[in-house]
């Protein structure tokens, strides 16, 4: 993917990657999922999903971690989630330890996608003296063929291209130049990033449940069942008909929360809910798929239970559907929102 030029899809030219808008990135995204499934779309997204590293690492991190990164030749995962600390990053207690020129790491990273590929993950710590909760977290690039990190894989119910597993660092020394933005301030950084990818992702969400809509369309119109096709039938096709609206209209909130993006708008509460919003509508189009085909779109002939596995994580990955109102209703009631 990086030799055909698709990771990096809104990341500036002058920073060496396409310089999409959000808009455009969007349907390409879209495009991708719904020929491919999750996977290609969700990794063309790795750079914006590291964005950190850009935005505010510095240039010597860019060129090591960075860079490779939009070529494809280097993955970075992002370790926030802990055994005990989820969705309240506030509860993160993976240590870093400042001794001289180099910060010591100690704690657990779980649920973590590409915990055995990645040769280097930010992991989101607390250093001593750090304020409490989530507005004293820093961020660190840590390679992971450092000593004193054990890697183990857990196995997933879908997007199990991720490799997802838990990473242990036993006093593991990180070179205090590899700190990314301020000690004990990253948490503004992270809001901004998570907003963006979260309004992209709706894109590849709705790509797969696209996908598994118009196939279900074809096959119920040709799939003879009491003498006729049972798109004839009005409790296989209402509940399509009602796919198409909810498809359509999830597209047209998730390309308006784009455009605001583009348009320099926070639409943090906005790009939480285009997340939920497009997730929602894509399952349900998937679910209507495996039941329409029949007996057989319950098994691996088909691409629609793998569908809907891997879909499943939308309401789990990048902030789950319940912290997705958190945020939406925080803009709400805090007039932080846009008005229509
Ligand atoms: C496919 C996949 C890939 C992932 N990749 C990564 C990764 O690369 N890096 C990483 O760090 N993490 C990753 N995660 C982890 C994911 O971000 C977390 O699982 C998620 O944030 C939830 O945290 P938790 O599992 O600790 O659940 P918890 O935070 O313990 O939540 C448990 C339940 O309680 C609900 N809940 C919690 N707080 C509230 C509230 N205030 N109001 C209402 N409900 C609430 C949650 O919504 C959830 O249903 C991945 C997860 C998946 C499924």
Redesign the pocket.
Known sequence: MGELGLLGLTIPTDAGGLGLSAVRAGRLLFGLARRGGTVFAKLALQPEFSSLLLHVGTSALRSEYFEPLLRGTKLV?????EPE????VGGIQTLATRRGDQYVLNGV?S???FAVDASAAIVYARTEGAAAGSRGLSAFLVPLEAPGIERELVP?MG?RW?R?GTITFHDVPVPAAHRIGPEGGILEALRGELTHERALLGSIYLGVGWASWSETVAYAANRVAFNQPISRQEGVSFPLVEDWARLESAWEYVERVLQRLDAGESAEGEAALAKWLAGEAALTAVDHAIQFHGGRGYSRRLPHEQRYRDLR?AR????????SH?VAARALWSGGHSKP
């Open positions: 995962g992002n370790l926030i989630t600390a989820g969705s309240d990273k649920e973590a996608a997933d997007e991720m997802r994580s789990l990955a990048h902030g789950t559907s319940e912290i958190v």
